[in-house]
């Protein structure tokens, strides 16, 4: 089964704004991480936030983490028609933490970013 | 430069036929999967290795094999193809540790008629 779902499943904003994606997950991890996904193409990975931290920053993504809620927000700012793409949260669950580090994907959200 | 590479792109294939899909890293990570993905859909884990010689299966039931008899080669194996089977396959492939993000390849989009 599915570790987590995303919120909004697809988002259409114009380009110079924000862009806010949620994600919740069910079980204990290790991490979580946030990946972009071009139309028909692999994921790349953006940003990996440990389950001891709060808030991180890169570029101008922005992901925070709460661990009590079991959930993660991505923010996107100044967002670009460049960032038109999939994103999906996936986490490392405690118990597989050790030798398999299994990443779990969400669902994802389609962002568009209009021009 | 380091990478991962998947082939075929696409493939169209008829029922009944033996495919395998090929995937290599240059990268020496010990750690490599195989996802299975349908258009608009959330990412399925159906395989992954931690070195070696060793595969297990993931998640999602399969009627996949793969194998790893070298750090670098993960290629996974469809006996007898079938329409059920048409999607988009994600190999990937990741550091030792639990901290580190995957690199994907550019994915087989398999099509089974």
């Known amino acids: 089964s599915q570790q987590g779902e995303e919120d909004p499943q697809a988002l259409s904003i114009q380009e110079g704004e924000n862009a806010t994606m949620n994600c919740s997950y069910k079980?204990?991890?290790?991490?979580l991480q946030w990946y972009r996904q071009n139309s028909g193409r692999g994921l790349v990975h953006l940003i990996l936030?440990?389950?001891?931290?709060r808030e991180k920053h890169s570029g101008r993504l922005r992901v925070t983490l709460d661990t009590s809620k079991k959930s993660s927000s991505l923010l996107i700012t100044a967002s670009r028609a460049a960032d038109t793409a999939s994103y999906f949260c996936?986490?490392?669950?405690?118990?597989?933490?050790?030798?398999?580090?299994?990443?779990?994907f969400g669902t994802g959200t389609l962002l568009a970013v209009q021009p | 430069e380091a990478d991962i590479y998947q082939t075929p792109r696409y493939l169209v294939i008829g029922t009944g036929k033996k495919i395998t899909l090929e995937c290599s890293q240059t990268?020496?990570?010990?750690?490599m999967y195989w996802y299975q993905q349908d258009p608009g859909m959330e990412l399925h884990l159906i395989h992954y290795?931690?070195?070696?010689?060793?595969?297990e299966k993931g998640d999602l039931s399969s009627e996949s094999t793969v194998s790893r008899i070298r750090t670098e080669h993960f290629p996974l194996t469809l006996e007898s193809a079938r329409p059920s089977h048409t999607s988009q396959y994600l190999c990937?492939?990741?550091?030792?540790?639990?901290?580190?993000?995957?690199?994907f390849g550019s994915g087989t989009r398999l099509t089974v008629v």
């Open positions: 936030i440990r389950s001891n931290e």
């Open positions: 290795s931690y070195g070696v010689n060793s595969t």
């Open positions: 079980t204990s991890i290790n991490n």
């Open positions: 990937a492939s990741s550091d030792r540790g639990v901290h580190y993000g995957y690199t």
């Open positions: 996936a986490t490392v669950e405690k118990d597989y933490g050790g030798a398999t580090n299994k990443l779990i």
């Open positions: 990268m020496g990570h010990d750690k």
